[in-house]
Nanobody, 117 residues
Framework: QVQLVESGGGLVQPGGSLRLSCAAS????????MGWYRQAPGKQRELVAT????????NYADSVKGRFTISRDNAKNTVYLQMNSLKTEDAAVYYC??????????WGQGTQVTVAS
């Protein structure tokens, strides 16, 4: 089992920045990929960014390329999402997700990001 705890959400003005953190615990050795997803009211949950645990390969949704950066600190078992130039359409609940080598998915509880003047 893997437990994920997100933090760092909050209220920010358009054009501002936030950094989300996702701390993993439990069967850390089983994780192959970690990522961030988001879900806005009335919309489906969508991929934001992913990163492999060992290779550092990253993938981004087109809507956030050039503005968001995903990174990891394996010593701290933590994945980060640096969000810059935030737009109102970035407002959502952001979820951390981990995929094990056996393709089991684990989700965090989510953290709210609000972008408003």
């Amino acid at each position: 089992q893997v437990q994920l705890v997100e933090s760092g959400g909050g209220l920010v003005q358009p054009g501002g920045s936030l950094r989300l953190s996702c701390a993993a615990s439990g069967s850390i050795f089983s994780i192959s990929v970690m990522g961030w997803y988001r879900q806005a009211p009335g919309k489906q949950r969508e991929l934001v960014a992913t990163i492999t645990r060992t290779g550092g390969y990253t993938n981004y949704a087109d809507s956030v390329k050039g503005r968001f950066t995903i990174s990891r600190d394996n010593a701290k078992n933590t994945v980060y999402l640096q969000m810059n130039s935030l737009k109102t359409e970035d407002a959502a609940v952001y979820y951390c997700r981990a995929i094990s080598r056996r393709a089991t998915a684990y989700w965090g509880q989510g953290t709210q990001v609000t972008v408003a003047s």
